[in-house]
């Protein structure tokens, strides 16, 4: 600071003192600038503080201490060491703690500016006074203190009843600290890594940040095991389409092999009921053309358009299953199969209904003529069909392109059954195995265990379905429950 | 037979015709020597060695249901002294699977191996993933569907995507767009 030394010593201090306190009110507040710092003070503080140092350097008066106002900077400048005459004031350092305080005071000169802070009042003490607070919190400066020091200080003024500090606006950035940009790195960061933070836990993001600091040597912390993809082809549907929102690596995985999408199967799903025309195209679109078997078991948003669409961009579907679809009809799926087969499209040879369809004799026979298959010949190898087993069945396990047979008794096409008598436990005589063959209207026949129940004592009650037999062991076993 | 090497083989024949041919207590009790050795060859021991550079002893018997392995024994057999490199297997996920390649191979009844099996996937995540890393690559069928399917298990009972993130402690690396593009694409099958 450059120290104006000749004004200082060109009269008698009181003299000085005197001037510069009844120039008070013309001062211009402000302009701790580049100019000479004693001229343009504003505080007369700081003039009694220069008195003082001077008085104290020219060794006057050393034993009458000056009164209690702003002693610490006051010590600051007495502990300098040595102090003879004007050359200490002289090279007393330019800004010792460098704090930067040129641009410091120049910051807050600036906002006294602005705010035209009126500090004069009627009686001499007052401003002193004042002076001497914001003398303390300008003080405080010389320690680093922070802006909300000055805050605290500019409050406390407040309190004091201080004519003409009205509302104050304080500077934006005294200390040149660049807070702003600071802080706006800290939320920036903060937000980057906000999501990760939310959705770990909502409670303890805190916890959350050193945890991620700590697992941050672990290269999969937060990366799915590599060996989630062999969990795939165990999964249901909707639980693939749940994985594949969890992350992108997850994502790419289940969408990337055409091959996984190549057989669908939606059998008694949990989607059943929320399957629509759309949805189902586009999970046959995941195939890219692949799809090869479907299964449309308990489907019941499915209709005949739908099934026209998935069909005809998946020429390469070999079994489809529609058993369960209500809204399919007899005449709409033959017109598909038509339509394809003319145009070529028809890749379908297994057809499994599931009772679904009901088919008459002659559309019957073009359903085989349209799947490939000769109507009339008796399929070589046979296997057993009862009726609780495949009633949800997918594949054939003979060469049957459909599930539909002729039924031995009433012959129509119908889903014909064996009778299972051999397993049922207490059937005293067993029907032969040929000869108890034929479609549910023809013999009725148990749903537990598919045995017949025509002509025998075991015949349920009314709307009973099982075999008085089979009835039994329900009715053990939910006793034993309770 | 191919556990016994050619001049065993040919000395069983030598002692069959010894037998015959000189009729006398020694010939025999050269044949029952010879045949109790077969019978010993016949759990032959197979060593596996591990990524870590430990090796593992055990009978064929367990060690072929690894298919693998299986392979490996009948491609070449003349490194069954030094042991078969399983680059991708470390020890202790290795010991686990011996664990259970040995109480499948015992005899059991189906409902005690179900529940063996049971107790047996009730470790911690990481530890099924290597289990089912370790079952693919030994191609052991069962063991791999038994882990899969307790991970499938485990996947199934999540609602939804966020707590299968929660579950598994997977991060969740959708820009914003992304998510609403995966929303959109699958909004039929939420509830």
Redesign the interface.
């Known amino acids: 600071m450059e120290i104006n030394c000749d004004e200082l010593l060109g009269g008698s201090y009181s003299d000085w003192g005197m001037k510069k306190a009844g120039d008070y009110k013309e001062v211009e507040l402000g302009g701790f600038g580049e100019d000479d710092f004693l001229n343009r003070m504003s505080f007369s503080g700081y003039q009694i503080i220069y008195e003082t140092v001077n008085w104290v350097a020219s060794g006057d008066g050393a034993s009458i201490w000056p009164q209690q106002k702003g002693n610490t900077l006051f010590n600051d400048f007495v502990g300098f060491g040595e102090i003879s005459g004007n050359s200490v004031l002289n090279s007393l350092p330019e800004d010792p703690f460098c704090m930067n305080i040129r641009s410091t005071l120049n910051t807050i000169s600036d906002w006294f500016h602005e705010n035209q802070m009126d500090l004069v009042s009627e009686s001499r003490d007052e401003p002193i006074g004042v002076d001497q607070t914001l003398f303390k919190s300008l003080d405080c400066f010389s320690n680093g203190t922070t802006t909300t020091m000055l805050q605290e200080q500019i409050s406390s003024l407040k309190m004091n009843g201080v004519e003409g500090l009205g509302k104050v606006t304080l500077p934006e950035d005294p200390f040149c600290m660049k807070v702003r940009s600071t802080l706006n790195t800290i939320s920036d960061w903060f937000h980057e890594n906000q999501?990760?933070f939310v959705?770990k836990s909502h409670d303890e993001p805190i916890g959350v940040v050193e945890q991620q600091m700590g697992s941050s040597d672990l290269d999969d912390?937060?990366?799915?095991?590599?060996?989630?993809e062999?969990?795939f082809?165990?999964?249901?549907?909707?639980?693939v389409?749940?994985?594949?929102?969890?992350?992108?690596s997850?994502?790419d995985s289940v969408r990337k092999e055409p091959f996984f999408w190549s057989t669908i199967d939606l059998n008694d799903s949990p989607?059943k009921y929320?399957?629509?025309n759309?949805?189902l195209l586009?999970l046959t679109h995941r195939a890219q053309g692949h799809l090869q078997c479907l299964n449309l078991g308990g489907c019941v948003g499915i209709t005949d358009n739908g099934l026209m669409q998935v069909l005809a961009s998946n020429p390469r579907l070999t079994k489809l299953s529609v058993s369960g679809c209500h809204r399919l009809s007899t005449a709409g799926m033959l017109s598909i199969l038509r339509d394809l087969k003319s145009s070529n499209l028809l890749g379908v040879k297994y057809l499994i209904t599931g009772g679904a369809l009901y088919f008459t004799k002659e559309q019957f026979e073009e359903l085989n003529s349209l799947l490939g298959a000769d109507a009339n010949a008796v399929p070589k190898s046979r296997k057993q069909r009862f009726y609780t087993s495949c009633r949800s069945e997918l594949s054939l396990e003979d060469d049957r392109v459909t599930d539909l047979e002729i039924c031995p008794w009433c012959e129509k096409p119908s889903l014909v059954f064996d009778c299972a008598a051999k397993t049922c436990p207490l059937k005293d005589n067993p029907c032969s195995k040929s000869s108890c063959r034929a479609c549910v209207v023809c013999i009725e026949r148990c749903h537990d265990c598919g045995s017949c129940l025509n002509d025998c004592e075991y015949k349920p009650f009314c709307f009973a379905f099982s075999c008085v037999v089979c009835y039994k062991k329900t009715c053990n076993q939910l006793q034993e429950l309770l | 037979f191919h556990f016994l090497s050619r001049s065993q083989s040919n000395s069983l024949t030598t002692t069959r015709v010894l037998y015959k041919e000189i009729h006398n207590s020694t010939a025999h009790y050269f044949f029952r020597r010879i045949s109790s050795l077969k019978l010993t060859k016949m759990s032959k021991k197979i060593v596996l060695k591990t990524s870590d550079g430990e090796s593992f002893e055990i009978d064929d018997s367990i060690a072929l249901q690894s298919e693998t392995i299986a392979h490996l024994i009948g491609d070449d057999s003349a490194s069954t002294s030094n042991g078969f490199p399983l680059a991708n297997v470390t020890s202790n996920v290795l010991s686990t699977v011996i664990e259970y390649c040995k109480k499948h191979a015992s005899v059991a009844s189906e409902e005690e191996l179900k529940k063996w099996d049971a107790e047996f996937v009730k470790v911690d995540d990481s530890t099924i993933f290597d289990l089912i890393l370790a079952a693919n690559y030994l191609n052991i069928s069962g063991l791999l569907d038994l882990t899969c399917q307790t991970v499938a298990d485990k996947i199934a009972a999540c609602k939804d995507a966020d707590e299968i993130r929660a579950t598994f402690d997977i991060e969740n690396d959708f820009t914003p767009e992304e998510e609403e593009e995966l929303r959109r694409e699958n909004q039929w099958s939420f509830q």
């Not at chain 1, 082809?233 to 639980?239: F, G, I, K, N, V």
């Open positions: 999501r990760g959705s912390a937060g990366e799915p095991h590599v060996a989630f062999l969990v082809p165990y999964l249901e549907m909707r639980d389409l749940a994985v594949e929102g969890v992350c992108r997850l994502r989607l929320r399957v629509t759309d949805s586009k």
